[in-house]
C-alpha cells in the first residue's frame, strides 16, 4: 500500500541551526502539506502546497520556514534558524484532489 | 480559523456509546475525522463532503451538517482499540486555495 515517508524519524539540533525534515509524498498526490504537533498538544497545520507553490499557510509560518519540491518525489520543510520552541513532532502529508490527507510517520525534532 | 471540538475527553467503558462534536464558524467544502494512537500519525477515519450526509464503517459513523457547519463522529459499542485522540478537519477552498484543519482533539479512553 503507497505511503508517505519521513526522513530523519528524529532530528536533535543545536539553536540557531538550519533543519531540513524530507517528505516522499504518495506518487499520484497533488496536495502537500505540512504540520506540527508540540507534544501533548493538537495538530496545528502550516503549510499546504499545490502546483509547485505554497496555497495557504499558518501564522505559525512565519520567514523562518520554506518549503520546496526539489524534485518529482520529495518535498522539504526547512527551518532556517531553530528555537526550543520548534521542538515538536513534524508530520508531512499528501492528499489526492480533495480527498483525504494521509499521513507520514512524522520526524521528531528537538531544538537543544 | 480552526473548528472546536467537543468533548475535550471522554471516558467509557467497553461497550458504551460516544459522540464528538465539531463546529466551525467558516463555510466549508468537507470535514474529515482523524484518529490518532499515542506516539503514532493521524489516520484517516472518514470524509464527509455534502450537507447532512453520514457516513460510517463498522460501529464508528458521521454526520454533517452543512447549514450549522458542524460534524458529529458517533462510536457505538465501544471497543477498548477505540481508544486516541479523534481529531476532525475542516477542509476550506477559495479558488486555488486550499486548507485542511485540525481542531484540539478529543481524548477517547476505553476501559474493560
Known amino acids: 500500500e503507497p505511503e508517505v515517508t519521513q526522513t530523519p524519524s528524529h532530528q536533535v539540533t543545536q539553536m540557531g541551526q538550519e533543519v531540513i525534515l524530507r517528505c516522499v509524498p504518495i506518487?499520484?498526490?497533488?496536495?502537500f502539506y505540512w504540520y506540527r504537533q508540540i507534544l501533548g498538544q493538537k495538530v496545528e497545520f502550516l503549510v499546504s502546497?499545490?502546483?509547485?507553490?505554497?496555497?495557504?499557510k499558518s501564522e505559525i509560518f512565519d520567514d523562518q520556514f520554506s518549503v520546496e519540491r526539489p524534485d518529482g518525489s520529495n518535498f522539504t520543510l526547512k527551518i532556517r534558524s531553530t528555537k526550543l520552541e520548534d521542538s515538536a513532532m513534524y508530520f508531512c502529508?499528501?492528499?489526492?484532489?480533495?480527498?483525504?490527507?494521509?499521513f507520514g510517520q512524522g520526524t521528531r525534532l528537538t531544538v537543544v | 480559523q480552526q473548528p472546536v471540538q467537543s468533548p475535550q475527553a471522554v471516558i467509557l467503558r467497553e461497550g458504551e456509546d460516544a459522540v464528538i462534536n465539531c463546529s466551525s464558524s467558516?463555510?466549508?467544502?468537507?470535514v474529515h475525522w482523524y484518529r490518532q494512537k499515542h506516539g503514532e500519525a493521524p489516520v484517516f477515519l472518514m470524509i464527509?463532503?455534502?450537507?447532512?450526509e453520514q457516513k460510517g464503517h463498522d460501529k464508528i459513523s458521521a454526520s454533517f451538517n452543512e447549514k450549522k457547519q458542524q460534524s458529529s463522529l458517533y462510536l457505538t459499542a465501544s471497543q477498548l482499540s477505540y481508544s486516541g485522540t479523534y481529531f476532525c478537519?475542516?477542509?476550506?477552498?477559495?479558488?486555488?486555495?486550499?486548507?485542511?484543519?485540525f481542531g484540539k482533539g478529543t481524548l477517547l479512553t476505553v476501559n474493560p
Open positions: 478537519g475542516t477542509e476550506w477552498r477559495g479558488g486555488s486555495n486550499y486548507k485542511l484543519t
Open positions: 467558516k463555510a466549508l467544502y468537507s
Open positions: 464527509l463532503l455534502k450537507g447532512g
Open positions: 502529508a499528501s492528499s489526492e484532489m480533495a480527498g483525504p490527507a494521509f
Open positions: 506518487s499520484n498526490h497533488l496536495y
Open positions: 502546497f499545490y502546483n509547485n507553490e505554497i496555497s495557504e
